[in-house]
């Protein structure tokens, strides 16, 4: 079982490129984007139909390094990730190329809240 202490940044960023390459893998593309036009940009929907289709795949992923299946494995790698993340801009980089799978896009028009 993995540990916070257990886990390189190597290991950490290894196991953030499994996870973009196993989302990104003709399959789970399909999956995903069909949960995200289903959800719009509905951030309620996204996390019913998205989150647990991306859950699942990294889950299936840091089990290879050591974490537990389910939900207890997911909370360890993630308190893991944002730990390192503050010291490795790589780490941060990866880490949010993940949560956009899990997020929809947000945009934000400072020309309007200028003109409040």
């Known amino acids: 079982m993995a540990s ?3 886990i390189t940044p190597e ?4 196991a953030l490129t499994d996870i973009l390459s196993a989302l990104n893998t003709p399959e789970n593309v399909k999956k995903v984007t069909e949960a995200k036009e289903n959800s719009g940009n509905e951030m ?3 996390m019913q139909f998205v989150f647990p289709i991306a859950t699942q795949i ?3 992923v ?5 974490f537990p299946e389910g939900r207890e494995g997911t909370v360890q790698f993630l308190q893991l990730i944002r730990t390192l993340e503050r010291d ?3 780490i941060a980089q990866l880490h949010g190329q993940v949560r956009a799978y899990f997020l929809p896009p947000v945009t934000i028009s400072t020309s309007t809240e200028a003109s409040l």
């Open 11 to 14: 290991k950490a960023k290894a």
């Open 4 to 6: 916070l202490t257990s």
């Open 44 to 46: 309620l929907k996204m």
């Open 58 to 60: 990294q889950m299936d």
């Open 88 to 90: 490795d801009p790589e």
């Open 62 to 66: 840091i089990k290879n390094y050591g």
